[in-house]
């Protein structure tokens, strides 16, 4: 790396701030050039790292979905009462609007559900000889938080009108702990790995770093400031982090898009968040990860070296 009194002379001066982040970016990307197997092993290490990151992140995201998914599909069905006049089902139906929780009602006469069922059963086999229908009419509801639907559905029972009231307890408790434990888990390994890559980055520049010592030895014994020294490293960590992370984002891009399609293929009714979406928020996500990543290796790895 060659030294200027002029270069070190215009980092205090605003006027040429622009012309020293030029330096030390040039200064950077030459590094990266006659450094190139330790940038190359760099930038294959931290790939591999930010690709089991990304792979964790859409995982966690794909289950959040499904599970939000899930929770979405959870509905409270109150009966109204068999002797409750026509006009009075409205009445009835505002007065659950108006429950705290309640974010939706349906009114589903007795007619539609008989339908739905003959559906349900394949064309209403054993039901076509039924004299009546003994049906109900009834109300779907749709609670405002899942977590809540013991709650509303406590409350419905009290409305004026309602014979009875079902969200199946049982179901909807297991499902909420599954998705709890789900989100709980996507956390815990987003942040195992999260904090695994920058141990391996870090270790991983500090080998770069490490080879070059006498550079960063010379620079010092000729007048360069510690700041001075830094910023070509810092700035060479971070193109090397933004390569690693442009290269994994492609990679996950690529196959989760192959492997979303497949999904829906053959698991049609599993919901997937699509790929436009998921893939480029996951680009911003690996592109600041990368460079954060880069910088802070760098950082720490040459601090070592300017400690003296």
């Known amino acids: 790396m060659r030294l200027k009194p002029s270069r070190l002379r215009a980092l205090g001066d605003p006027r040429r701030a622009a012309a020293a982040v030029a330096y030390f970016t040039a200064e950077a990307i030459a590094g990266v050039r006659r450094n190139g197997l330790m940038s190359v092993a760099a930038v294959t290490t931290v790939m591999v790292v930010l690709l089991a990151v990304g792979a964790s992140i859409v995982l966690g995201a794909n289950l959040a979905h499904i599970a939000g998914a899930l929770e979405a599909d959870i509905q409270i069905v109150a009966f109204l009462r068999e002797d409750l006049p026509a006009n009075a089902a409205g009445v009835v139906q505002k007065a659950v609007e108006a429950t705290d929780g309640v974010a939706a009602v349906r009114f589903v006469s007795r007619a539609e559900a008989l339908t739905r069922l003959r559906q349900q059963?394949?064309?209403?086999?054993?039901?076509?000889?039924?004299?009546?229908?003994?049906?109900?009419?009834?109300?779907?509801?749709?609670?405002?938080?899942?977590?809540?639907?013991?709650?509303?559905?406590?409350?419905?029972?009290?409305v004026p009108g309602i014979e009875d009231v079902t969200y199946g307890a049982h179901v909807v408790?297991?499902?909420?702990?599954?998705?709890?434990?789900?989100?709980?888990?996507?956390?815990?390994?987003?942040?195992?790995?999260?904090?695994?890559?920058?141990?391996?980055?870090?270790?991983?520049?500090?080998?770069?770093?490490?080879?070059?010592?006498?550079?960063?030895?010379?620079?010092?014994?000729?007048?360069?400031?510690?700041?001075?020294?830094?910023?070509?490293?810092?700035?060479?960590?971070?193109?090397?982090?933004?390569?690693?992370?442009?290269?994994?984002?492609?990679?996950?891009?690529?196959?989760?898009?192959?492997?979303?399609?497949?999904?829906?293929?053959?698991?049609?009714?599993?919901?997937?968040?699509?790929?436009?979406?998921?893939?480029?928020?996951?680009?911003?996500?690996?592109?600041?990860?990368?460079?954060?990543?880069g910088a802070a290796g760098s950082a720490i790895a040459v601090r070592r070296f300017l400690t003296a």
Do not use: C, K
């Open 121 to 158: 059963l394949g064309g209403g086999a054993g039901l076509s000889s039924l004299d009546s229908n003994p049906l109900p009419d009834s109300l779907e509801i749709q609670v405002t938080t899942p977590r809540d639907a013991g709650t509303v559905a406590a409350a419905l029972r009290r």
């Open 173 to 293: 408790d297991r499902l909420l702990a599954l998705t709890r434990g789900v989100r709980i888990l996507t956390a815990l390994a987003g942040s195992l790995l999260g904090a695994v890559a920058v141990v391996v980055v870090v270790n991983t520049i500090r080998l770069t770093v490490i080879a070059r010592r006498q550079e960063i030895e010379i620079m010092g014994l000729v007048g360069a400031t510690r700041w001075f020294i830094r910023w070509p490293f810092l700035i060479e960590g971070m193109l090397q982090g933004l390569l690693a992370a442009g290269a994994s984002a492609a990679v996950l891009a690529v196959g989760y898009a192959a492997t979303a399609a497949r999904l829906s293929a053959n698991l049609p009714f599993l919901p997937m968040l699509p790929p436009q979406h998921l893939v480029d928020t996951l680009a911003v996500i690996l592109l600041l990860l990368g460079i954060g990543v």
